[in-house]
């Protein structure tokens, strides 16, 4: 309740002051309407050159390990790893 009747008095206050600078109001607002115009713009560059980044990224193929000799490498090293892990978590255990 108590903001339902803070907020009536804020509006009233705010339609009233409006009313009393509406001169002032138009200048403030032709300041800050090229300003808001401007940074949302360089936003808008910003996001737009990052989703064109991202596409370019998917357009690039993955490189996969063509030679059987470099999976069974990769196994290897990942069998390695994984008893190292294994010793580490006895070690802390």
Not at 1 to 21: C, D, H, P, Q, Y
Not at 31 to 44: F, N, W
Not at 78 to 87: C, F, Q, R, S, V
């Amino acid at each position: 309740m108590k903001t339902l009747i803070g907020g009536a008095v804020g509006a009233v206050l705010g339609l009233i002051g409006l009313s009393i600078w509406w001169k002032p109001f138009l200048q403030l607002l032709a300041g800050a309407i090229p300003i808001m115009l401007l940074l949302g713009g360089g936003l808008a560059l910003y996001l737009g050159f990052d989703e064109l980044k991202d596409t370019w990224k998917k357009d690039e193929p993955v490189e996969t390990p063509k030679k059987e000799e470099d999976v069974e490498k990769y196994k290897k090293e990942i069998e390695e790893l994984k008893t190292e892990l294994e010793t580490m978590k006895e070690g802390k255990a």
